[in-house]
């Protein structure tokens, strides 16, 4: 039997969910929002965005001080809408968050490239194959961390949380004294100017301002993933109120970090010129701010900010699938536990699942706008499930606060991806087919001699619309080669 060890304090937590958020997003910002809304979209878009998470925050608060005995934000829905709910949950954050560690492992790649191109670049500017092979072998690196201590890996994380908020609020110190408000007022709604540079560009503009709005929200729901982190670590708190005020402290963090580092450059540089910097534009703008030395800064501060966040990915859907292995959801299999208390099985198939998509998403036209929408439409339904138990909760308690905020977040997630990724939402049912032969195995571990009629019909429509999305792929409905 392994040593008990210490659990995670509020510290440990906020770090968790901040460096779980702040990764490759957060960089990657300026250069997409640029693309698709000027600033007055920008930050309207900022505004519901940061309200609809507001609202989840509050939520997932709520439920941690109201059922401070259930541990893993799938377990929400179990208990709300049954077993099948739980497994649909938890299966969907276990896919977010290793998808999510593809996005990373481009992003660093990416940045590799940028850093040493006659090294990890390929003529054309893509990583090339000792990138791949590189960003690989961190994966496997960051696995085997974790392998060996997940709380340790957790203490480790609050302090790459400090370095990279850091080099965050120094990038916004700079864009904030090379503010020039006449570069960032004109054309502030994006009908005029900013909508003939993009059209010259690349034969497309930004549209009305309703378009630019909401061809901002997945972007920015993107960077808002692992705002749960402190829930799904829950059962290894040091306290169980720490989580729900980890939550809230870490949202209020991010919102001012994002706002800060995505809408200042809008006034750094003309929009031309943001609009046409390679990815991640960050690079470029700090480049300009801080000639000789900006540009390699903040290389440097990307990659450390995306390995805290790549350990923080590669702990949660491990932590996930433990869970749900407990709870006869995944076979037991699942929840082989080491000497150090660590889910060494699980990591192990998330690190291979990873490695596997890792490589095929290298093969996309665009490989990190693919992974994150993939990461960001697979976990919209792990929130909604959570917001809609805060629903049920509150209404059995009579409590019409806790049930607006409950609807609210709900409203603000389905809406969100239905807009905006639901391409990428049917290509996601095709990752649940491999996992309902899972969830029959689990169950049947736990006693369950087979699948009720609903769970029969929900697997089968799942499948369907999983198929469907083949053909719209090939097609190029579904934007992905």
Not at 145 to 174: C, P, Q, R, T, W
Not at 309 to 325: D, K, N
Not at 385 to 399: G, I, N, P, T
């Amino acid at each position: 039997m392994g040593q008990k060890v210490k659990g995670v304090g509020l510290f440990g937590l906020i770090g968790l969910v901040v460096s779980s958020c702040i990764g490759s997003g957060v960089f990657a910002l300026t250069g997409q929002l640029a693309n698709v809304a000027a600033p007055g979209p920008a930050l309207v878009a900022w505004l519901i965005c940061g309200a609809g998470f507001l609202f989840l925050a509050l939520s997932l608060a709520n439920l941690g001080a109201k059922r401070p005995e259930i541990e893993g934000i799938y377990q929400y829905a179990t208990e709300g809408f049954g077993p099948f709910s739980g497994f649909v949950s938890g299966w969907g954050y276990w896919l977010s968050a290793w998808l999510g560690n593809v996005g990373f492992a481009t992003m660093v790649a990416q940045v590799l490239g940028s850093l040493m191109p006659e090294v990890f670049a390929t003529e054309s500017g893509d990583p090339n194959l000792l990138a791949i092979v590189s960003v690989s072998a961190v994966l496997w690196l960051l696995t085997f961390l974790v392998i060996n201590g997940v709380e340790s890996a957790a203490a480790m994380n609050a302090v790459v949380m400090v370095v990279k908020i850091a080099a965050i609020l120094l990038f916004i110190a700079f864009a904030v004294v090379s503010f020039n408000v006449a570069t960032f007022a004109d054309d502030f709604w994006g009908t005029l100017s900013r909508n003939a540079v993009l059209l010259s560009a690349n034969g497309e503009g930004l549209g009305d301002i309703g378009t630019q709005v909401t061809n901002c929200i997945l972007i920015m729901m993107w960077v808002f993933i692992g705002i749960e982190g402190a829930t799904v670590m829950s059962r290894r708190a040091e306290r169980k109120v720490d989580v729900g005020r980890a939550t809230i402290i870490g949202l209020v963090v991010l919102l001012v970090l994002y706002i800060g580092a995505s809408v200042l450059p809008y006034g750094v540089m003309p929009y031309e010129h943001l609009v046409a910097a390679p990815k991640p534009a960050t690079i470029t703008v700090f480049e300009q701010m801080a000639p000789g030395w900006g540009g390699a800064f903040i290389s440097i501060a990307i990659i450390v900010s995306v390995l805290g966040s790549w350990l923080s990915f590669t702990m949660l859907p491990a932590e996930t699938s433990s869970g749900m292995s407990d709870d006869h959801l995944l076979p037991a299999s699942w929840n082989k536990i080491n000497g150090r208390g660590a889910p060494q099985m699980a990591l192990l198939i998330v690190g291979a699942c990873t490695q596997v998509f890792m490589i095929i998403a290298f093969t996309a036209a665009d490989a990190y706008t693919f992974a994150i929408s993939m990461c960001t439409v697979t976990i919209v339904i792990t929130w909604a499930f959570a917001a809609a138990y805060q629903v049920k909760v509150s209404l059995e308690k009579h409590e019409p606060v806790q049930v607006a905020f409950g609807l609210i977040a709900l409203v603000f997630q389905v809406v969100g991806v239905l807009f905006t990724g639901w391409g990428f939402l049917l290509l996601a049912c095709l990752g649940y087919v491999p996992g309902f032969l899972f969830y029959l195995q689990g169950r049947r571990e736990g006693g369950e001699r087979g699948l009720s009629r609903g769970e029969v019909v929900a697997m089968a429509l799942v499948t369907v619309l999983g198929v469907i999305s083949i053909p719209l792929t090939a097609m190029g409905v579904i934007p992905v080669f």
